[in-house]
């Protein structure tokens, strides 16, 4: 018997209706690509909105058949469903940062825009921490431009980077000024080793250039470098307990 179409069903339910099994729809929604919504924080059930995942489901399966990549099926889920607003929506309400949604965004990086920008701060926290920082998000206040404290130990001491997340439209680029302030809130008030701006757009060609020649206090990341963060997460590794973290592939 097909489900309600408006009604949302379990992984379980969805499994029978595909004709999948359970692990089945765990993993695809575990790689971003199905549509559920999470009950409760952290490990809540899972709810599918019925209609909409049994078509993705049945494209997913006939791509895998065809011995599509992952990254070139979930091309096709957006190219097929582009504004699909319960997908959308799950972006927008997410209420904790989870290894599912990081990799979620590394396919569709794009949703980026859809968060929040207290919700960019924790995911960048949360990468961060992924690559072997101890990280410390601030309060929602004015921080003055601290908006993630990542500390690492290293063999020549303990190092402390200061990081502003700026959660802007990607036409919305990130000016020299803002970053000539950025760095006198650094050097003058933070004392930081070093200081970073996380963005979901880009920096003009001035600000670009003042990295240069701060390069060993100022970092400077946009919107396609933190599509590799999101790339590059869960394979840091801390290789011969040096204190430096490394992705496994490099």
């Known amino acids: 018997m097909r489900p309600d179409k408006h009604r949302l069903i379990t992984a379980k339910e969805l499994g029978q209706a595909a004709s999948e ?52 099926i979930r091309k096709s889920l957006v190219k097929e469903w582009p504004n699909d607003g319960d997908l959308s929506e799950h972006v927008r ?25 207290r919700k960019f701060e924790e995911l960048v926290a949360e990468i961060v921490r992924d690559m072997g920082y101890d990280v410390e998000l601030t ?13 690492l130990s290293t063999p020549l001491g303990r190092e402390l980077t200061i990081i502003e997340c700026k959660k802007y ?24 080793n070093r200081g970073l701006i996380a963005t979901t757009s880009y920096f003009s060609k001035t600000a670009m250039f003042l990295e240069k020649e701060h390069r060993w206090r100022l970092g400077l990341r946009d919107f396609n470098q933190i599509t590799g963060w999101l790339a590059d997460y869960g394979s840091w590794e801390n290789r011969g307990n040096s204190g430096l973290w490394i992705p496994r592939d490099k």
């Open 21 to 72: 099994s359970y692990a089945t729809v765990d993993h695809w929604s575990s790689l971003g690509l199905l549509i559920y919504r999470q009950r409760g924080h952290g490990n809540g059930a899972r709810y599918y909105p019925a209609n909409q995942n049994l078509m993705r489901m049945r494209l997913i399966r006939d791509l895998q058949n065809r011995d599509y990549s992952l990254a070139s």
């Open 139 to 151: 309060p929602i206040t004015r921080d003055g431009g601290r908006d993630v404290l990542a500390y």
């Open 93 to 117: 309400q997410v209420t904790t940062i989870t290894q599912e949604l990081v990799r979620f965004l590394a396919g569709y990086p794009d949703y980026l825009h859809r968060l929040s920008a």
């Open 169 to 192: 439209r990607q036409e919305n680029r990130i000016g020299v000024e803002f970053v000539r302030q950025f760095l006198w809130v650094l050097e003058r008030e933070d004392q930081a």
